[in-house]
Each structure stands twice: as structure tokens, then as C-alpha cells.
Nanobody, 126 residues
């Protein structure tokens, strides 16, 4: 099982970036994909999650209206479109996958339910 993130980089405040997470070894047991971030000295936080079969999404309050998680099932890729970026969005961004679904059919924004993780891609907003 492998997850590979790409698309990170440096951008000025107000700009946009699009992250990709390739999951070529897709498993039918996987229900959820999530994007997480971790800034130096801070705990990892979930920013967006997507139920693969229903496409239900949920977002952290800090990114609602600015970030969009989506998927391309043919390419087996999950995306995170980030608009109106702020310096506080600077972090290492990780994608993750896991089988657990919370009530209402939504995926968790907490780390524990996810059992596969990518290596991360750096996003820097200045």
C-alpha cells in the first residue's frame, strides 16, 4: 500500500496550490481519505476528509470555504485544492487512508482512524 503526495511548494499569501495524493494500490476496504497537516512545534491536525464511495466531505473550520477535497477514481487520486492561502497554512501536508467512518457517513478529521500515510509535501505561505 502506498500513498504519494505531490504539489507542495511556496506561494504568497492569497495564492493557491493544489495537492495530489496518488493511491495506486486502492483497496475496496478503504472508505476514507483525509488530508492532514503539521507545522513545526504543533500537533498534526486534520483539514479535510472524503468518503470515497459517497463523496461526503468535511473540513476543519480553519479551512472551510478555502480548501476543497476531491477525487478522481479513474486516476486513483485525491486532491486538495487550497485557495486564499494564509501564512498559518504553512505546514507539512499528509494524505491518509483508512476504513473507519463516523456517524452520519462522514470521515474523521482525527489521525487515529487512518492506518496508511504518505510521506508528506511541504506547503509554505509567505
Amino acid at each position: 500500500v502506498q500513498l504519494v503526495e505531490s504539489g507542495g511548494g511556496s506561494v504568497q499569501a492569497g495564492g493557491s496550490l493544489s495537492l495530489s495524493c496518488s493511491m495506486p494500490n486502492f483497496s475496496d476496504n478503504t472508505s476514507c481519505m483525509g488530508w492532514f497537516r503539521q507545522a513545526p512545534g504543533k500537533e498534526r491536525e486534520g483539514v479535510a476528509a472524503l468518503h470515497i464511495r459517497t463523496s461526503k466531505t468535511n473540513y476543519a473550520d480553519s479551512v472551510k470555504g478555502r480548501f476543497t477535497i476531491s477525487q478522481d477514481n479513474v486516476k486513483k487520486t485525491v486532491y486538495l485544492q487550497m485557495n486564499s492561502l494564509k501564512p498559518e497554512d504553512t505546514a507539512m501536508y499528509y494524505c491518509a487512508r483508512g476504513p473507519r467512518v463516523r456517524s452520519g457517513g462522514y470521515c474523521y478529521l482525527e489521525s487515529a482512524p487512518y492506518n496508511y500515510w504518505g510521506q508528506g509535501t511541504q506547503v509554505t505561505v509567505s
